[in-house]
């Protein structure tokens, strides 16, 4: 949908399609090309609202839906909240994960590749934590046959 905040979230100067290509080691940003990754225009921008207790996401990977594999971006909008975002850093070299846990601020990120680390949400108790949850992916990478089950798994009903 043509809306300010996917403007915002696709144009390739601006700092968040700077910090995945960054991040994915694409140097060349703001001059669309094989290697930049752009907003996925098949994965909608969702909003996650958690502010029930318990609210939260159990381990899970990211599914891939792309190939190449897709990059999942969950930007922080707010955070009143005692939610812990955790995931397993593989240590090279070995078959062991360390685990790290965060509590995101406001206006902070984190940068998931699909298939990658094991993440989740601890269940909320107290406050409120709103985000966004989008997708950037290579341009002109393509869709995987059959991933649209896991595009609107967390769509309103």
């Given at each position: ?81 005692d ?51 989008f ?18 798994q967390?769509?309103?009903?």
């Open positions: 949908p043509d809306c300010k905040i996917v403007r915002i979230l696709s144009n390739p100067n601006g700092s968040v399609a700077r910090l995945v290509n960054e991040v994915e080691g694409n140097t060349s940003s703001g001059s669309t090309g094989s290697n930049e990754m752009v907003l996925s225009k098949h994965v909608p921008v969702e909003v996650r609202i958690y502010e029930k207790s318990g609210a939260g996401m159990e381990w899970h990977s990211d599914d891939i839906l792309f190939d190449p594999a897709q990059v999942e971006v969950v930007l922080t909008v707010e955070n009143s909240s939610c812990v975002t955790m995931w397993e850093d593989v240590i090279k070299g070995s078959d062991t994960a360390k685990r790290v846990e965060v509590e995101t601020c406001e206006n902070s990120a984190i940068l998931i590749k699909a298939g990658g680390a094991r993440h989740r949400v601890a269940p909320l108790r107290n406050g409120r934590r709103v985000i966004l949850k997708v950037f992916i290579k341009d002109g990478a393509t869709f995987i046959v059959g991933a649209e089950k896991h595009i609107n967390f769509a309103a009903s």
